[in-house]
């Protein structure tokens, strides 16, 4: 079975300060693809970013940054300077196939609440 | 418009009622899914459907039942609910199963009294 983790409840940072969000993943596939979500108090979690299993790339984004590594199974996501704006909840989230054609589970971790102070 | 509109944005209902939370996409996806997101519980799948018909139920009570219509179209309807199903409900749509990234709607936030 499929599993996030992130191990980081909730995080505060000053803002213009660099944080980093931790998600740790476990799947016995060999292909899958890793996200990261941000939730708004809105509600709706807005698509950040997707990487496949095959490509270990570190990758960035303006002031957003996402380091996988698959020896240690994380893929973590770096905010830098950040800002107010910033403050949501982060869901880190894995994909696998399932056998049946066209369907697939995404399974989330439990998020982590970032907050920025002004 | 966002992609994906979720109808209503609140309900509150009494545990007798019945009612229906409406989906709608307009990003011509052909997969659509409903999730729960509870305050103490990661968000879980409930429903996956991919060219309207349902690939995926995740053990979820017959007090939920879902529809899709069309590709474009979701509906969970509920009925004797009770009040640990008080929650965001969400729905998202993705092109295809597969791996591509789903987009979310705002959520149905709902109180079971």
């Known amino acids: 079975a499929q599993k996030v983790t992130q191990a980081q409840t909730e995080i505060s940072v000053v803002e213009k300060e660099d944080v980093t969000l931790d998600c740790v993943y476990e799947t016995r596939d060999t292909t899958y693809y890793l996200f990261w979500y941000k939730q708004p108090p809105s509600g709706e979690l807005v698509f950040l970013i997707r990487r496949n299993s095959f490509d270990e790339q570190n990758e960035i984004s303006g002031r957003y940054s996402w380091n996988f590594q698959k020896s240690t199974s994380s893929f973590n996501f770096t905010i830098t300077a950040s800002q107010v704006v910033d403050s949501a909840v982060y869901f880190c989230a894995l994909s696998e196939a399932y056998s049946g054609a066209g369907s697939y589970q995404l399974t989330f971790g439990k998020g982590t609440k970032l907050s920025v102070i002004p | 418009e966002t992609g994906v509109t979720q109808t209503p944005r609140h309900l509150v209902m009494g545990m007798t009622n019945k009612k229906s939370l409406k989906c709608e996409q307009h990003?011509?996806?052909?997969?659509m899914y409903w999730y729960k997101q509870s305050a103490k519980k990661p968000l879980e799948l409930m429903f996956v459907?991919?060219?309207?018909?349902?690939?995926e139920n995740n053990s979820v009570p017959s007090r939920f039942s879902p529809e899709c219509p069309n590709s474009s179209h979701l509906f969970l309807h509920l009925h004797t609910l009770q009040p640990e199903d008080s929650a965001l409900y969400l729905c998202?749509?993705?092109?295809?199963?597969?791996?591509?990234?789903?987009?979310f709607g705002q959520g149905t936030r709902l109180t079971v009294v």
């Open positions: 459907y991919n060219f309207k018909e349902q690939t």
């Open positions: 998202a749509s993705s092109q295809g199963g597969g791996f591509t990234e789903a987009f």
């Open positions: 990003l011509g996806h052909n997969a």
